[in-house]
């Protein structure tokens, strides 16, 4: 088969673009009072339509490398907020190294705002009038002053109560501080948020006052996670308590569809059930129980990937990391799988920061293997496009994946043009191959 390569990749930490709810015929419709779907796109941070691509134009080599090592970035962030002495700390991992945008609106009438979305945080918020610190970078500050809609919120509230930090007077307020340092801290406050032309009431939200911190000029951050304050969970007063994304790859001029409530094409998708981590219980866990290439087992220690008391150890769906990260026993174990299968020369993978790299120089049709990844109950298959990327045009291929200590993370490298599917109403996570172009 053809090698897709970096050019053909999606790099993905996850930020998005709103398009318009998708109709009844792309989307299965909710019996319960609660069938609203909404569609959003997913924009990479470098796509011409980004307002973060940078100004000097970037080969695709480029764009990915940068990616990767926002990646590295944001696993060594994971591993200082689940390793430290066997705690987790109660702040969010994530900052200004997202990949992708999402433009929502706050207030009525609603005012746009182009945020960072994360799955490894919860709360959403944007910069707020008056500003003591805000980033000037930021196209637009939300003012409340201009909104019908906007209040505060009580020191007696739920989501109050559901801050990791929070202090009180007359009303809530909240300090976030990210894993890089970055914080934001204001009012907690409510707010009618628009995402596409669907409008969620009384969403609780950061009007952030003070900001600090590399946001790469976006206006905010809008979490993705499995807290009560995340997006996905306020947005379950008006749809279903789902959200779905297929990731185009990088060289295509789409974008990648992102829909909240039930989920387009579900026919045909493979579940396998979230696993609680009742010390980390933001991240999305899932039960890997074994990774073959080619068909044959890959042979590491049992409980590698399993949740240790402590919260250690799992493995992490994470669309914000690029590479996929691996335990070292199991991350060794695949490479000496795939070097059984590859029959090219290995090559120096170290310019690029990869641990695995071989050359295809003068090949004309080379074949890679396929990999997969076992769940319980469910298979996600790998095509070589998944695994591997090229990375210049000498023929110098490299396993898009790396070792990691303490836990585990599939990256979106190897969840381009899949549907993944995550269904907090039943606990599970469910995936299928597609052309996310087409979605």
Known sequence: MAFMGCQALVLTAIVFLIAVPITQTLAARDSTINDKVLRTELIHREHPSSPLRSNTSKTTTEIFLAAVKRGAERRAQLSKHILAEGRLFSTPVASGNGEYLIDISFGSPPQKAS?????????????????????AAASVIFDPVKSSTYDTVSCASNFCSSLPFQSCTTSCKYDYMYGDGSSTSGALSTET????????????????????????????????GQGPLSLISQASSITSKKFSYCLVPLGSTKTSPMLIGDSAAAGGVAYTALLTNTANPTFYYADLTGISVSGKAVTYPVGTFSIDASGQGGFILDSGTTLTYLETGAFNALVAALKAEVPFPEADGSLYGLDYCFSTAGVANPTYPTMTFHFKGADYELPPENVFVALDTGGSICLAM??????SIMGNIQQQNHLIVHDLVNQRVGFKEANCETI
């Open 115 to 135: 945020v960072i979305v994360d799955t490894g945080s919860d709360l959403i918020w944007t910069q707020c009038l008056p500003c003591e610190t805000c980033n």
């Open 193 to 224: 948020v628009t995402v596409g032309t669907g409008t969620i009431p009384n969403v609780a939200f950061g009007c952030g006052h003070t900001n600090l911190g590399s946001f790469a000029g976006a206006a905010g951050i809008v979490g993705l």
């Open 402 to 407: 790396a070792a990691s200590t303490g836990f």
